[in-house]
Nanobody
């Protein structure tokens, strides 16, 4: 499965962005999906996850209440809506696909990774 993330950009604090991650084929519906991010000088960290069907989701405390993960299996796409953005949200955001894990929240549970999309939040 190949993943293509998009939707990043430069936004002022308090603004919103919707990230998208398009998968290359129908195997997408067999994968739980996750979003991770990595800021300069920091380790990659979990942001959000969604099960194969979309019936369950999980969020890091840092984005809970401000972000919504969703997916459209007909379009082979997962989304991350981020609101009330803060400068601390500045990072490269990666989508990733997991096999065999119901709701994966750690990087090692993900087999396929997208190339990342830059999110920059100015103060």
């Amino acid at each position: 499965v190949q993943l293509q993330a998009s939707g990043g950009g430069l936004v002022q604090a308090g603004g919103s962005l919707r990230l998208s991650c398009a998968a290359s084929d129908r195997r997408f519906s067999n994968n739980a999906m996750g979003w991770f991010r990595q800021a300069p000088g920091k380790e990659r960290e979990f942001v959000s996850a969604i099960t194969r069907s979309g019936s369950a989701t999980n969020y890091a405390d840092s984005v809970k209440g401000r972000s919504t993960i969703s997916r459209d299996n007909a379009k082979n796409t997962v989304y991350l809506q981020m609101n009330s953005l803060k400068p601390d949200d500045t990072a490269v955001y990666y989508c990733a696909a997991s096999t065999g894990v119901y709701l994966p929240t750690v990087a090692r549970d993900h087999v396929y990774w997208g190339q990342g999309t830059q999110v920059t939040v100015s103060s």
